[in-house]
Structures are given as structure tokens and as C-alpha cells.
């Protein structure tokens, strides 16, 4: 099952992590639990980047990311 934006499309690389956090506020636990993303200082992000931006700052692939965020890994 495939995890939407209230608009009806999938999270992309461009989605901010406010934007996605915003439609989807369980999606920080996913994150964490899925890819140790948003726990503490060093694995946080700003609200602002993409989710391309913090899966390069993370040394995570953005289709790894993407998976979580819309539920289908």
C-alpha cells in the first residue's frame, strides 16, 4: 500500500521533509525505525531539505528514502 500527500501523489526526491512530516505525521517513527533518520543531531535533517537532499546528506539512496516514506519496500 502506497503511502499519498493529502493531493493524492507519492512523496518524490522534491517532497520537503515538512511537506511529507506535514501529510504523513507517523512518518517520522517510519524513518527512524526504517533508516535511523530524524533521532537525534547526528542522524536530523532540516525540515526544509528534500528528501533527495537528506538521503545524499545520509549516504542513503533516494529511491531507498522514497521507498519508506511511501510505504513500499
Known sequence: M???TRSGTPFT????MLEA???D????MILMRAL???????C??????TSADVA???GI???RLLAAMNRTN
Open 61 to 63: 539512496p533516494t529511491d
Open 36 to 42: 535511523h533518520l530524524g533521532g537525534c543531531s547526528r
Open 25 to 28: 505525521p507517523s512518518l517520522g
Open 21 to 23: 512530516l506535514t501529510a
Open 56 to 58: 545524499t546528506q545520509n
Open 44 to 49: 536530523g535533517f532540516d525540515p526544509h531539505d
Open 2 to 4: 502506497t503511502q499519498h
Open 13 to 16: 526526491a522534491q517532497t520537503t
